[in-house]
Structure formats: C-alpha cells, structure tokens
C-alpha cells in the first residue's frame, strides 16, 4: 500500500468470544501471543516457548470446559485476546467470582481500542454466565494492561511486592476485581 492510502485506512476491529480455533487462529494467536510475550506483556511466559508448544497451549485452552477464549481482531487477523475462567466446582463458595487471564494485545495492534474492547467483552460474557465479580491480577510492570483496567474501573485491592522474578529480581504484582 502507498502511505496515502495506509494514512486514509480505518483499521477493522472486533472481538468475539470462540469455542473452536481454526488452524489459522491457532497459528495468528500464537504469533499475536509471541510478540507480545517479547514485548514484555506474555501472561506469565517470560520468552516464547516453542511455536509447537505455543499452538499446543492454544488448542488446550477450547479443550478446558471451565475457560472462554475472547480474541480481538485487527483487519481480520488476530491481534490479542483474554480467557475468562470458572472457579472450581468444589469452590462453591467463590462460584459468584471469575478469573480474567491471559490478557494481551501484540504491539503491532495497539491504540486502536482493542484493549478496552476486550475487556467489555470478558465483563459482557462473565455477566451473561451469572457471575457478579471478576478478579485479575497483573505484574506492575504491565503499564498498558493496568490503564486498560483501571479505565474500565477495576479496582486494585492489593499489591505482592513478590508476584514474580523476571530476570532475577521480583516484581510487584497488582490485584484487581470488578462488580458487576
């Protein structure tokens, strides 16, 4: 594309919650994860697994009854996405409350909004299921997934000065919930 027509392009957005990856999700989900993973924002990875390990993880996750995937999409390719996931069933006493996890958006597709709409989306279907609360919880270093939350009012109820250790040394961690 020349820059005139790049500088005149509305980027298309969306976000869906899935049940079945095709192979082609599978693969845009893993490279969308990897960059974002290499970018500092990887749900807990700290350097890309294997992209074999990677798509295995991905087709686990429609295999776990107790998740729903959400995917954004950038132009039609898959640009981030979140998993929004049950308590256990033995937790009957926490079965009011979600878990949202594995938030990222890759680098290549940020500023368009996507962040925001995927977060509306985890709290519509988290709603729509019958929970009242969602909970996260995100390394402090994570700026732009911690503005997505906080816009969204997520409220921080607690700090782990000890959530993680990226390169040696312990990073805080942020907790979240939000009523629904």
């Not at 958006?105 to 709603?127: C, D, F, N, S, T």
């Not at 609360?133 to 921080?156: C, G, H, P, Y």
């Amino acid at each position: 594309m020349t820059p005139e027509i790049l500088r005149d392009h509305i980027a298309k957005l969306s976000v869906e919650t899935v049940d079945q990856l095709t192979e082609r999700d599978i693969h845009e989900l893993s490279d969308a994860a990897e960059v974002a993973i290499l970018a500092g924002g990887g749900f807990g990875w700290l350097l890309p697994p294997p992209k074999s390990v990677m798509e295995d993880y991905w087709r686990g996750v429609q295999m776990i009854p107790d998740r729903h995937l959400i995917l954004a999409r950038l132009d039609k390719v898959i640009a981030g996405s979140c998993q929004i996931v049950r308590p256990p069933k033995n937790n009957e006493a926490q079965k009011f409350a979600c878990q949202l996890t594995t938030f990222f958006v890759a680098p290549w597709a940020r500023g368009h909004g996507l962040a925001q709409m995927i977060v509306a989306e985890a709290e519509a279907l988290a709603k729509s299921e019958g929970f009242l609360m969602i909970n996260l919880d995100v390394r402090a270093t994570q700026d732009r997934a911690i503005q997505s939350f906080e816009a969204r009012n997520f409220k921080r109820y607690a700090t782990n000065d000890h959530y993680a250790k990226v390169d040696g040394a312990y990073v805080p961690g942020y907790y979240y919930h939000k009523e629904l």
